[in-house]
């Protein structure tokens, strides 16, 4: 049966119609090659595809230092970064000392980060400790775009009774620049995000020296003391998925959580639809992101590192999910 032209039109123009009304939700991420970036496609896909009229778009930028008081203006509405520097943005201290952002409002729990401290395998380090073999040897600092990694590497070394002032420093601009620093021989000692494509790339860089190694943090009463004084809303956890790239065996290493965030004034249905959404989605996200699979959908709405927006409550609420650890 042949279908008149007109109906063909009609269909054409609703469908055109459906396409221009949908909404465009841009999430701003850390460099492409970064965990945070390869978050942003794995949200991104599930909003475009689970949340009714919403495009999500994700936006890589400096770093989360450089965008989250661009998120603050309600200039870009959505963006991720770990708990510890969303607190520390809002409540203007540590990196953000005297420049708070009280706009930032919360949306949820990603997943729990994990990252560590690492270095050349053939150096032969495995433990914390055994940096003290390493000083006088480069390290990463600064991080202009995400100046919370030194603060990581501060307690870091502070877990095994070291600081920056035994090592040359090495200033960067930028999470993703610090991680390529040590496959391109610029550094000697970095901070890499676990299953990133940075360090996956690395890796492969230094395969004739064994790739990069994990090195082991100390989980003891003592040694957590010195490295939570940095860093006090991480963890140290076992990570024994060896087929991850720098980790020769079961070893410790850090764990923080990581939100998306948006700020007060963004469309409040629009942040429902979103919220809902990536709650209700673990496995969707999980196809894009191996990382999604360690979030309890029941912990979504667990870090409290500033107040959650209205939209996202609304959402949070329905579901029947907890608000705070």
Known sequence: ???????????????????????????????????????????????????????????????????????????????????????????????????????????????????????????????????????????????????????????????????????????VSGFAKGILALGEGKTDITWISLGSGAGRKVNTQLRSRGGFVYLDMDPSPEAFERFRKHMPAARIVRESNTKMPGIKKPTNIVEIDYVLFTHKDADPEIVYKITKALATNKAHLAKSMGAFNRLKPAAFALPEVAPYHPGALKAIRELGLKVGG
């Open 1 to 171: 049966m042949r279908v008149p032209l007109f109906a063909v039109a009609f269909a054409a123009a609703v469908a055109f119609a459906g396409a221009a009304v949908a909404q465009v939700a841009v999430f701003a991420t850390n460099p492409q090659g970064s965990l945070g970036y390869r978050t942003g496609i794995a949200v991104a896909k599930t909003v475009s595809a689970k949340a009714p009229g919403i495009t999500g778009r994700p936006q890589p930028m400096g770093g989360s230092t450089t965008y989250i008081p661009i998120i603050n203006r309600g200039e870009v509405d959505f963006g991720f970064s770990n708990g510890l520097e969303t607190y520390y943005a809002y409540n203007g201290i540590a990196t953000f000392d005297g420049r708070p952002q009280p706009n930032l409002r919360m949306i949820g729990l990603m997943f729990p980060l994990r990252t560590g401290i690492a270095t050349v395998a053939d150096f032969g380090a495995e433990s914390i400790y055994d940096l003290a073999k390493l000083r006088g040897k480069r390290i990463t600092s600064e991080y202009t775009s995400l100046s919370i990694i030194e603060i990581f590497i501060r307690g870091a070394l502070a877990n095994g009774k070291l600081s920056y002032a035994e090592f040359k420093k090495v200033p």
